[in-house]
């Protein structure tokens, strides 16, 4: 295989390896956070939050981490595995207190799945808004242009 076949590949494992690294210094900083003021909420969630701050003030672009996030999203699905072999660990108190299991994993899926949609929702009305706030008028373009 010729380098110039290979390069392109190089350079997008390195822009994956660059951004996740990015992700993993901004979840640091949120554990460190975390215990310094010993918050109750965990040190994904304010993670989140610094970068959903970051991102929405102009400290940092979109760009900066889409690739690596991307990545992660696709390979999401591995981090159910140890979900499955904790399933088949304890299949004896699974058989005995199943059902509070499968009601408190239902209830928190309905939970995040309402969370998400939120989340989604007005995360498109906030894009729309600012969109729409930094795209000049076709009105004041007609009077420009007179």
Known sequence: ????LRSPKLLHLAQ???QLSFLVIIWWVASVIQRT?????SAGVIGLLLVLFALLSG????????TGSDFIL?????????????????????L???????????IGMICVM?????????GFKLEARLKQKHK???????????
């Open 136 to 146: 000049p008028h076709s009105d004041q373009l007609l009077k420009q242009g007179e």
């Open 74 to 94: 696709g390979e999401l699905v591995l981090l159910f595995i140890p979900c499955v072999v904790g399933i088949i660990k304890y299949k004896a108190l699974f």
């Open 114 to 122: 309402l969370a998400t949609a939120y989340s989604v929702y007005f």
């Open 16 to 18: 994956i390896i660059l």
């Open 96 to 106: 005995t207190q199943g059902w509070q299991l499968i009601l408190a994993v239902f």
């Open 1 to 4: 295989m010729s380098t110039s």
């Open 37 to 41: 003021l010993n918050l109750p909420v």
């Open 59 to 66: 400290l940092f672009k979109l760009q900066w981490i889409k």
